[in-house]
């Protein structure tokens, strides 16, 4: 039987909530582990979100009472990707680095915490178990393709 939905979502932000604190405990002497860390995250980040949007979000988008905090999800998405796109072009040893990276897990960890509580809960109001675990099949599997492009 297919992981519920949320089962799913809920483990890739607890590994990404993992992988920002390795990421933020490193420093500019660890620079190539930062790096490592960093390509990683963005991966896993990509793909997280890739999920989201092609099929999370959409399917509760349908149902009334989801669509704002849907919206906002959005919105959060490419915030982040926006913030990750100008670290980017930060050297991995420079000093502002750091401190710019902490507010892109901030940022992260404010969207996880909205996702978890308002919109898991309206999820669980809209879908039956059934329901949550067809909508986890399809999910892992486009994890599962999009992780085979990186
Ligand atoms: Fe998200
Ligand atoms: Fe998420």
Redesign the pocket.
């Known amino acids: 039987m297919p992981q519920s939905a949320l089962t799913l979502l809920q483990e890739d932000h607890d590994k990404m909530k993992k992988i920002m604190s390795d990421i933020d405990s490193t420093t500019e002497r660890g620079l190539k582990t930062r790096e490592e860390l960093f390509t990683t995250m963005k991966e896993a980040l990509n793909v ?2 890739r999920v ?1 949007e092609e099929i999370f979000y959409p399917a509760l988008r349908e149902h009334k009472k989801a669509k704002e905090i849907v919206m906002e ?1 959005y919105e ?2 490419r915030a982040v990707d926006m913030l990750l796109g100008e670290l980017e072009s930060v050297p991995f040893d420079d000093e502002s680095w750091s401190a710019k990276f902490t507010v892109i897990k901030e940022n992260i960890e404010h ?1 996880i915490k909205e ?1 978890e509580n308002e919109m898991f809960d309206k999820a669980r109001q809209i879908f039956d178990r059934a329901e949550l675990q067809e909508l986890g099949g399809a999910m892992a599997a486009r994890k599962e393709k999009a992780q085979a492009t990186y």
């Open positions: 997280h979100e989201e999800g959060e998405h969207h996702e």
